[in-house]
């Protein structure tokens, strides 16, 4: 058994299924990391989206452009697409934003999700984690994943 963690500190368990006489379709891929950056350290929104945005131009055909201004969709090629969502609450001082890139390659559907949140109820510190998973392919003998 192999226990997940998150963000959260909530998890869930992951173990095999019971043996059904089939081959089962594997576990998405997983990757997490957190990281709390200390609000002392700059606008960490702007930091981030500028880091995002240069990631982003190696990917595509010609290089990707994404605003990150506000939200939107964006295509960077012709099988990978981004997502900005973008939300500002200045009475709050509250800050989000999540970029999720989705590449179709042929072992399966790739995505990585980055998100910045600055909250002055979590002050002294901002968080950033990076999530990445892949959809492995159904094949004949491995269903997709319900």
């Not at 594997?26 to 990757?31: D, E």
């Not at 452009?65 to 939200?71: C, I, T, Y």
């Not at 179709?104 to 990445?132: F, H, Q």
């Amino acid at each position: 058994m192999v226990r997940e963690g998150s963000a959260s500190g909530f998890g869930r368990t992951l173990g095999s299924p019971p043996s059904t006489g089939t081959r089962e379709c594997p576990l998405p891929l997983v990757y997490r990391t957190l990281v709390a950056v200390h609000d002392d350290d700059g606008d960490l929104v702007s930091a981030a989206s500028s880091v995002l945005s240069r990631w982003l131009s190696k990917r595509g055909n010609s290089g990707a452009r994404v605003d990150f201004s506000g939200s939107g969709r964006f295509e960077l090629s012709n099988r990978s697409r981004a997502l900005v969502a973008r939300h500002h609450n200045a009475d709050e001082g509250l800050t989000f934003l999540r970029l999720t890139t989705e590449s179709e390659k042929p072992e399966g559907v790739w995505r990585t999700l980055a998100t910045v949140v600055v909250d002055p109820e979590l002050s002294p510190w901002n968080y950033v984690w990076i999530d990445m998973t892949v959809d492995p392919v159904a094949t004949a003998d491995t269903p997709a994943p319900r």
